[in-house]
């Protein structure tokens, strides 16, 4: 049964000045194949608070994002009964970044629900189901602010020629209603994926129980974002196909009949390989990789925000989210905006 919850609004943060690949180089000191970047991966630009000199982290990108989503949807704070952020590189280990964001935008004890969802990348689309069955079982919350916010590049080493280009800072929040007659727009449900066993690719493992922050590890570099294992490289092409034939016969539709693909923006060509899997045409996805570089859990809910204000989401268009994350989690949503 589809569940009357309703996008009411977006909003979107990336901090300063976007950062070309040639600026980047400058500011950073590294070398890589700009080349490859651009053409392959489509990344051309970038926001990234600590290149900028910019004095926010995590918490600060996700409050800027929620009230810009509040603001389009036209209600107050006090108005939110819960709110959930999806991502993998919290403001802090304790207490979650959806507290933190409550008291900023509440500014006071409220009767409000808030926590996180961590599943690497993936996290946003485990935080919109959530959020989504949450409001549908508890009638008295009216609105939630879920939002999905990376703040990547705070983890990386200098010396990372690898993941500068890519990482990226950024958030993005949707409104949610939940409204019995809210017409066209539904949740329609959703697909999980997860593969443990391969925990130990690549994150951040450092910092946790199992491996507090010492001195040693400041100075044997095995703080921040670490590349353990290569990572497959068919494996968003295997997976996402997989995962999109699964949700789509789980609810009784086919490919033609979803308007707008939305993936990680973590690669432009296998975005393109995709949707030639899937038999389905490449205006049907959508791009922001070139503006914004990789946002991880916030990707998705910024690719969204940017093709409803580009005019090329419309009301009662059915959208597919796909999200993928290390560890493994892949994690999708359909719905009618």
């Known amino acids: 049964m589809n569940l009357p919850i309703k996008i009411a609004g977006t909003g979107l943060y990336a901090p300063g000045e976007p950062i070309d690949n040639a600026e980047l180089k400058r500011l950073t000191a590294l070398e890589f194949d700009s080349d490859k970047i651009e053409q392959k991966i489509g990344i051309y630009r970038r926001h990234i608070a600590r290149l900028r000199g910019i004095d926010e982290s995590a918490a600060d990108f996700a409050t ?95 010396d990372d020629k690898f993941s500068f280009p890519i990482f990226a800072d950024g958030a993005a929040a949707f409104v949610l209603a939940a409204n019995e007659n809210s017409g066209r727009s539904e949740y329609i449900g959703s697909q999980m994926l997860t593969d443990g066993t391969q925990w130990d690719y690549i994150g951040i493992y450092a910092g946790g129980a199992k491996n507090p922050l010492s001195q040693k590890m400041l100075d044997e570099k095995t703080h921040g974002l670490l590349s353990l294992k290569p990572l497959p490289g068919d494996r968003n092409v295997r997976l996402w196909p997989m995962v999109i034939e699964k949700i789509l016969q789980k609810y009784g539709t086919k490919p033609e009949k979803i308007d707008h693909y939305i993936f990680t923006q973590i690669n432009r060509s296998v975005i393109v390989k995709v949707m030639d899997a899937i038999g389905q045409p490449q205006e049907k996805a959508h791009f922001i990789m070139d503006n914004y570089g990789y946002t991880g859990s916030a990707c998705v809910p910024m690719t969204f925000h940017e093709g409803v204000k580009s005019g090329q989401i419309h009301r009662g268009d059915k959208a597919l989210f796909i999200a993928s994350g290390s560890g493994l989690a892949v994690g999708s949503n359909l719905f009618i905006y």
């Open 64 to 158: 800027k994002a929620a009230l810009a989503a509040l603001a389009d949807a036209g209600i107050s704070a006090d108005q939110v009964g819960l709110f959930i952020v999806g991502t993998d590189t919290p403001e802090y280990i304790s207490p979650a970044t959806a507290i933190v964001v409550q008291g900023r935008i509440q500014g006071a004890e409220t009767w409000a629900q808030s926590f996180d969802i961590s599943a690497s990348c993936a996290s946003f689309t485990m935080a919109f189901d959530a959020a989504a069955r949450i409001m549908a079982t508890q009638s008295e919350i009216k609105y939630a602010l879920v939002t999905g916010v990376y703040n990547m590049p705070a983890f990386i080493h200098n």
